[in-house]
């Protein structure tokens, strides 16, 4: 069972910036594909970004290119979302998520076995 923990979302002005971070208790961190969703009330849960391939390639949702990076930390088993340059439509609760296989469908919620509790964002105008 892998588990993750996120940290990091907050309150920020449209134009700030956050740094989330999720942190997993899976040992063989590298066989595990990860990646960030975010979800508002009604909605169905959006891809953010996610490593879709082994070796640390990024994708990105089209709302948040040039704006959102992913990241790793594969000593401390971590990833890391940093989002730059907020706006008031990225206020979502993010959650952090793991699946034991890469591949194509990165961007599909559904292909992901374990989630994080979620980190709210909220970015006021």
């Known amino acids: 069972q892998v588990q993750l923990v996120e940290s990091g979302g907050g309150l920020v002005q449209a134009g700030g910036s956050l740094r989330l971070s999720c942190a997993t208790s899976e040992l063989t961190f590298s066989d595990i594909a990860m990646g960030w969703f975010r979800q508002t009330p009604g909605k169905e849960r959006d891809f953010v970004a996610a490593?879709?391939?082994?070796?640390?390639?990024?994708y990105y949702g089209d709302s948040v290119k040039g704006r959102f990076t992913l990241s790793r930390d594969n000593a401390k088993n971590m990833i890391y979302l940093q989002m730059n340059d907020l706006k008031p439509e990225d206020t979502a609760v993010y959650y952090c998520?793991?699946?034991?296989?890469?591949?194509?469908?990165?961007?599909?919620?559904?292909?992901?076995?374990?989630w994080g509790q979620g980190t709210q964002v909220t970015v006021s105008t």
């Open positions: 998520a793991a699946r034991r296989y890469y591949g194509t469908t990165y961007y599909s919620a559904s292909t992901y076995a374990y």
């Open positions: 490593f879709g391939w082994v070796g640390d390639r990024a």
